[in-house]
């Protein structure tokens, strides 16, 4: 009985101890480790955000990110939709999408050059950061960069729709009273800074989906590294 007591009390002492062996933390991992990792995972968020958004219906068929007129603007075309009179505001609001998904493709090269460019000590900070710190950095470090692309591709798109005009002028004028702000009053700043929102949005999304589940990370050091969190 005393032997039997003992075998089990050295087994569960063996569990134990195998159990420590393969439950790593952040700490055991190399710095290098640790950031190779990291931007695996951010790599695979980006891609897949902009593969995602930059098809057909990538922007206008997701509820999260359907771009839609703005404020007072978006107010006055729900009142219109009620009256019967949405045809032109569904056209519009197709527009302003489908110039969202043209544009988004032009963001992966930026997106994984500032992947790329991460240092170790940005890597840690991330690590150790929040649901969306991986998602924040990259906003930081490419959001301009990608406007700039973004937006003569945004102007062409809407250009060729006749109602962009309308939007403009309609828009102007609730500037100068004060109904919206600068970035709404054209419609191919308001389109770009919208996809720039959504493109960011979707990152997050990935980047969090991982964090909390890191067996969907695409490669086994990204899981490793977000294993160990």
Do not use: H
């Not at 709404?184 to 996809?195: C, G, K, L, R």
């Amino acid at each position: 009985m005393i032997r039997t007591s003992l075998r089990l009390t050295t087994l569960c002492a063996g569990l134990l101890l195998s159990a420590s062996a393969l439950a790593l933390s952040l700490g055991d991992l190399s710095q290098r480790d640790a950031s190779s990792g990291l931007k695996d995972a951010l790599s695979q968020g980006a891609q897949v955000a902009v593969k995602q958004l930059g098809t057909p219906g990538g922007f206008n068929d997701n509820p999260d990110v359907r771009i839609e007129l703005p404020g007072k603007l978006g107010k006055a075309a729900k009142a219109m939709k009620m009256f019967g009179k949405g045809e032109q505001v569904d056209a519009l609001e197709a527009s302003m999408n489908k110039a969202a998904e043209a544009a988004v493709p032009q963001a992966q090269a930026i997106l994984l050059d500032a992947v790329k460019k991460m240092s170790v000590a940005d890597a840690k900070g991330i690590l150790s950061g929040g649901q969306d710190s991986a998602t924040q950095y990259l906003d930081k470090t490419s959001r301009e960069q990608i406007r700039a692309k973004f937006l003569p591709i945004v102007k062409q798109a809407t250009d060729q729709v006749g109602l962009a005009k309308q939007y403009n002028n309609f828009a102007g004028q609730a500037m100068a009273l004060g109904v919206v702000d600068a970035k709404s009053a054209s419609i191919e700043n308001y389109v770009t800074e919208q996809a720039l929102d959504g493109l960011f949005e979707i990152i997050a999304k990935q980047e969090q989906s991982i964090r909390q589940n890191p067996a969907q990370a695409a490669t086994s050091l990204a899981k490793k590294v977000f294993g160990a969190l």
